[in-house]
């Protein structure tokens, strides 16, 4: 396991920022990325997309220190500031039985305080945690079981766990999985929200190519290296897009 490092430097003029530069992750002699160079700014969101075995996770898992790699994984805190950043981490929806008694609460106190989840929660906790479900307005989640959530409730209380602590980065593997389309909605406004308030930066990952227009600031199309870095329009309408997906997609990320 490998963390990512630190460093200061003037290559973001002193703003905070992530830096990616010639990832590559190998395993068992087979290339999982190759040369993957990356730049992310602070309250920016960046969305990764692919197809299935592009590399999309295996390069969340690289940042997030699960992988050794060869390259550099950098981040700056602006003036230069340099501390190990937080990384919060959304992984793709989780399967939960149905008839799992423990609660968003049980399951949150017992991440958050390591508070076993056989024990009645304190009240300074239970607010904490309160606090914690506020931020991504599910306040009303705090005592509903974790197996009757819906798609979207679930990946709101993920997401509100993530954010405990504040993160520099927040990472989430297609968010998008087991969400309706209102919900899909909802979260990306969310996020919004998110990095607006907290100014940090955003990497996902996702299939819905319709709300990337609207929401993301920079779209990333990864083949094991990345192939096309710009703006939705640029990606979406660009011929490499239409090679890996061989689709051809309107201006509003909609299959013409």
């Not at 998008?176 to 955003?202: A, H, K, N, P």
């Not at 920079?218 to 192939?227: A, D, E, G, M, Q």
């Amino acid at each position: 396991m490998r963390p990512v490092s630190i460093h200061g430097g003037d290559s973001c003029h002193n703003a905070c920022c992530l830096q990616v530069k010639g990832l590559s992750v190998t395993a068992e002699n087979e290339p999982l990325l190759q040369d993957v160079d990356l730049h992310i700014h602070c309250g920016q969101i960046v969305a990764v997309i692919g197809p299935n075995g592009a590399g999309k996770s295996t390069l969340f898992r690289a940042i997030l220190g699960q992988l050794p790699y060869t390259g550099e994984i950098r981040f700056e805190r602006a003036g230069g500031k340099r501390t190990r950043p937080l990384v919060g981490y959304v992984p793709q929806s989780p399967a939960f039985d149905p008839g799992d008694p423990v609660s968003v609460l049980d399951l949150f106190a017992a991440a958050i305080g390591s508070w076993p989840v056989f024990l009645p929660v304190p009240k300074a906790l239970r607010r904490r945690v309160l606090d914690c479900l506020e931020r991504v307005h599910g306040g009303e989640l705090i005592d509903k079981r974790v197996g009757m959530l819906s798609g979207g409730e679930l990946q709101r209380v993920l997401l509100a766990m993530a954010l405990e602590p504040l993160p520099h980065i927040l990472i989430l593997d297609e968010p998008m999985s087991g969400v309706d389309i209102e919900g899909e909605r909802q979260l990306m406004d969310m996020l919004d929200e998110i990095r607006s308030t907290f100014d940090l930066s955003i990497l996902l990952s996702t299939h819905d190519f319709a709300t990337l227009g609207q929401y993301a600031d920079k779209v990333v199309l990864l083949k094991k290296t990345i192939l096309k870095v710009g703006t939705a329009r640029q990606v979406l309408s660009s011929p490499e897009f239409q090679s890996v997906f061989h689709l051809t997609l309107g201006s509003d990320g909609e299959v013409q």
